[in-house]
């Protein structure tokens, strides 16, 4: 992507601005103990983390930044921070 003087990312939808390689630690999200409560995708400052057809959530990790605050935040313990490979 590159950018215009000035800015930080081209202008546009921030959709179009994919900024999960940015990342140094990834989310991984056990659901076979997650409770379903949500509040990981409330407290996701990106919004990347949505609800799939079964209740559970995952994050869209071409968008994560790999902030950490979903598994700060998660009252089951269930997301874990993993150093992401490249």
């Known amino acids: 992507m590159a950018l215009n003087v000035g800015c930080a990312a081209a202008p546009g939808r921030a959709r179009d601005n994919k900024t ?3 990342r140094v630690f990834k989310p991984v999200f056990k659901h076979e103990t997650c409770t379903k409560c949500g509040l990981c995708e409330t407290v996701c400052p990106e919004g990347c983390v949505k609800e799939d057809k079964d209740g559970f959530f995952t994050p869209d990790l071409d968008y994560c930044k790999g902030c950490g605050l ?9 997301i874990e ?3 992401e490979e490249k």
Do not use: L, R, Y
Request: with cysteine.
């Open 20 to 22: 999960g390689s940015w």
């Open 70 to 78: 979903c598994a700060k935040e998660c009252p089951a313990d269930d």
């Open 81 to 83: 921070m993993v150093q």
